[in-house]
């Protein structure tokens, strides 16, 4: 699944509030049994957003590696 920021603000909105179940944005609902669990998603959700981020600005480069035989 594909996390979006709204996500994130209504979890980090959850949060702030003490409510345990969340409403993403594709409608699917989710109830936490702790904080624990609510800050665990938080990071999962924080490294998602962070990783599409960087990889859309990223440039693929690719190494091939050259070996000498010494010869």
């Not at 699944?1 to 609902?29: C, E, H, K, P, W």
């Not at 989710?30 to 669990?37: A, F, G, I, M, P």
């Not at 599409?52 to 091939?64: L, S």
Request: no cysteine; aromatic share 8%.
């Amino acid at each position: 699944m594909s996390y979006q920021q709204s996500d994130l603000d209504r979890l980090n909105q959850a949060i702030a509030s003490g409510i345990r179940s969340v409403t993403f944005a594709d409608g699917r609902r989710t109830e936490y049994q702790s904080l624990d669990q609510l800050l665990a998603a938080k990071a999962v959700i924080q490294s998602e957003l962070a990783m599409k981020a960087t990889a859309k600005g990223a440039i693929v480069r690719r190494r091939v590696p050259f070996y000498r035989s010494g010869l």
